[in-house]
C-alpha cells in the first residue's frame, strides 16, 4: 500500500500568516492517466471532512483562494496564504491514483 | 446541491452484521462513482470501498476485503454498505462521498453514521 507521511503532525499559526503542509508519498502518485490524484480535505471540529485541492492544484468549489496546492510525483505541499480563525481542524492529504487509496496521518492546525 | 444521508450505524457485537445506507439527491447518483471512508474515534480517515457509477467495479480496504461488500440501487439513489463479522476495530463514523468528474476524486462528504462493535 502506498504509505501517506505528513509533516508537520501539528501546526501552531497566528492568524494572517501563512501556513504551509507537506506530503511525501512512497511511491509516485501518476496515474497510468497522466493524472496525479493527490487530494487535499479538510476536517474542522465535529465535521466531515471537505474537499480543499485535488490533482495536486485544482481548487474544489467554493474553496476559498488563500488555499493553494503544488507538488509533483511522490511531494507535495498544501499552503494557506493567510490562516483565518475559520481554519483550525485537521487537514489530509489522500492519494486516489493506486488502490487502496491511502491518507496521511492528518496536520492540526491551530491558532498561537 | 448534493445532499449525503448515511443511516444504519449503530451498536453491535463483535461477530455479528450490519448494514449501512447512503441516500443520495441533488445530483444524478447513476452517473458517479461512490465511496465510503471511515473515521475510527479520535483517528485519522481510512478509505474503505469505492464502486463505480453502474456497479460494474468495486474496490476494498484490505482491512475489509472478505467482510464487506459495497452495492448501490440506481432507482433508489441510494449505495449500501454490508459489513459482517465486524470486529472491535471496525468501530468508526462511516462517511458516504461522491465522486467528483472521475472516480478518484471524493467531492463531496455525507455527515457520517456511526457504527460501534461492542462485547
Known sequence: DIVMTQTPLSSPVTLGQPASISCRSSQSLVHRDGNTYLSWLQQRPGQPPRLLIYKISKRFSGVPDRFSGSGSGTDFTLKISRVDAEDVGFYYCMQTTHFPHTFGQGTKLEIK | QVHLVESGGGVV??????????????????????????????????????????????????????????????????????????????????????????????????????????P
Request: one cysteine or more; glycine letters at 8%.
Open chain 2, 13 to 118: 457485537q463483535p461477530g455479528r452484521s450490519l448494514r449501512l445506507s447512503c441516500a443520495a439527491s441533488g445530483f444524478i447518483f447513476s452517473d458517479f462513482a461512490m465511496h465510503w471512508v471511515r473515521q475510527a474515534p479520535g483517528k485519522g480517515l481510512e478509505w474503505v470501498s469505492v464502486i463505480w457509477y453502474d456497479g460494474s467495479q468495486k474496490y476494498f480496504a484490505d482491512s475489509v476485503k472478505g467482510r464487506f461488500t459495497i452495492s448501490r440501487d440506481n432507482s433508489r439513489n441510494t449505495m449500501y454498505l454490508q459489513m459482517n463479522s465486524l470486529r472491535v476495530e471496525d468501530t468508526a463514523v462511516y462517511y458516504c462521498a461522491k465522486s467528483y468528474e472521475v472516480a478518484a476524486i471524493l467531492g463531496s462528504w455525507g455527515q457520517g453514521t456511526l457504527v460501534t462493535v461492542s
